[in-house]
């Protein structure tokens, strides 16, 4: 029997249960449609996180009272450390750094902000130092960051984020004008462009102020600075540079050689193992809810089959008796296995590339459908369909002939 015919006669005992046939990939079209959304989606994460939230440039890195948290305990932990003041970025600031060429100073937290009769309650207003925008590379719409001058005369000046400029100035050019934070005036100086909000992470409702205005005003005694420091060298010079920072700390904070650092550093490599880690488990976990689907998708196909063994038995009592080998027998239920749940595959990629693509239009999610993960949902559906079909065709190829004929 050639490849033309076996396909021709696959195709045919398909087509004569259509219903049926539908229904028993419903499992598989469930299970390939959630591995394809489910993978688009953190696929389009994964490349999100990396342009858009991961901003740190290769050569920089954070030092801070936290760092990387993974665990309730190292929270606890950071929680004793003391808090990084500014005589600390003085002395750091003040030419004791060899191995780097900028350090930048920052602090943050949540304030009420109002414009006329407009209020927000909880935007986030960040106090840097003037070469912060520089390292961090931001971008602005309209007008510009502030420089060295307004930092060091603590002028009240303000770089809004685009949330900001949509809910207090809707239909007005912010520049220029004054809002208030925390009821003290501050004059606009810039626009940072649109950038998005996924995942929790919201990077337009933020306001940038100088540092120095933000000690005087805003900044509790305990509070602490977070340092943003650029390695001289390029990524080659990293490594020198943390651990010319780590030995600088701990010299100025009296640490024993015994006792961990206190302090966390955080690198962009750091940043995207994390998430790395973060969207791996979350992954195995939406794989391993798909996987269910398509183990019952599998089984029924196994047990459409092997009805369609006992339906067809005549049918293949006549056929070996005219000269086909058990071997054409296996490979036609096999095909018809594949088949079928190769056509779920393919039904489910469109439901889930749906998916995805819904997801991202309604909630501002990131998700992308490439070509690998269709033809990996196409694959792994097909191969569904030859574990499926290994038992039916198996008991098709091995009926006795004689009795095949006479069964009723």
Do not use: C
């Not at 509790?220 to 990293?238: F, M, Q, T, Y």
């Not at 195995?284 to 006992?310: D, E, K, P, Q």
């Amino acid at each position: 029997m050639n490849p033309t015919e076996l396909l021709r006669a696959s195709l045919r005992a398909i087509r004569a249960h259509t219903l049926r046939s539908f229904l028993t990939l419903l499992g598989v079209i469930i299970g390939v449609a959630t591995i394809v959304a489910v993978v688009g989606v953190i696929s389009g994460l994964n490349t999100y996180v990396k342009e858009k939230i991961i901003v740190l440039a290769p050569d920089v890195f954070i030092v801070q009272k936290f760092g990387i948290i993974r665990s309730r305990k190292e929270f606890l932990d950071a929680l004793k450390r003391p808090p990084i003041t500014w005589s600390e970025y003085e002395r750091l600031s003040s030419g004791m750094l060899k191995e780097a060429t900028q350090i930048s100073a920052a602090a943050g937290n949540a304030m009420p902000v109002n414009y006329g009769d407009k209020r927000l309650p909880d935007i986030i207003v960040i106090g840097t130092t003037a070469n912060f925008g520089g390292l961090f590379n931001l971008e602005m719409e309209a007008g510009r960051y502030f420089g060295e001058n307004e930092n060091q005369a603590a002028q009240a000046v303000a770089v809004i984020g685009a949330n900001t400029r949509e809910e207090l100035f809707p239909h007005l050019d912010p520049v220029g004008r004054i809002l208030l934070i925390r009821g003290l005036p501050f004059r606009i100086i810039g626009v940072m462009p649109k950038q998005g909000r996924t995942i929790g992470f919201n990077q337009d409702g933020r306001i940038y102020i100088p540092l120095q205005v933000y000690r005087k005003n805003f900044m509790a005694a305990n509070d602490s600075l977070e340092l943003h420091i650029k390695a001289r060298g390029g990524v080659e010079g990293l490594d020198a540079s943390m651990d010319e920072v780590r030995a600088m700390f701990r010299a100025m904070r009296h640490t024993s050689f015994r006792n961990p650092d206190p302090f966390g550093i955080i690198t962009q490599e750091s940043l995207q193992q994390l998430w790395k880690t973060i969207s791996s488990a979350a992954f195995l976990l939406l794989m391993l809810i798909s996987s269910v689907s398509l183990g019952v998708g599998g089984i029924v196909i196994m047990n459409i089959m092997l009805v369609s063994v006992v339906e067809r038995t005549q049918e293949i009592g006549v056929r070996m008796a005219l000269g086909a080998r058990k071997r054409d027998i296996r490979r036609q239920f096999l095909l018809e296995a594949a088949l079928l749940s190769a056509a779920g595959g393919v039904v489910g990629v469109l439901v889930g590339s749906a998916g995805a693509f819904t997801i991202r239009a309604l909630a501002d999610f990131p998700a992308q459908i490439t070509p690998g993960i269709v033809l990996t949902g196409i694959l792994l559906s097909t191969l569904v369909g030859l574990a499926a079909g290994f038992l039916p065709a198996f008991r098709a190829s091995n009926l006795v002939v004689i009795d095949a004929i006479r069964a009723e």
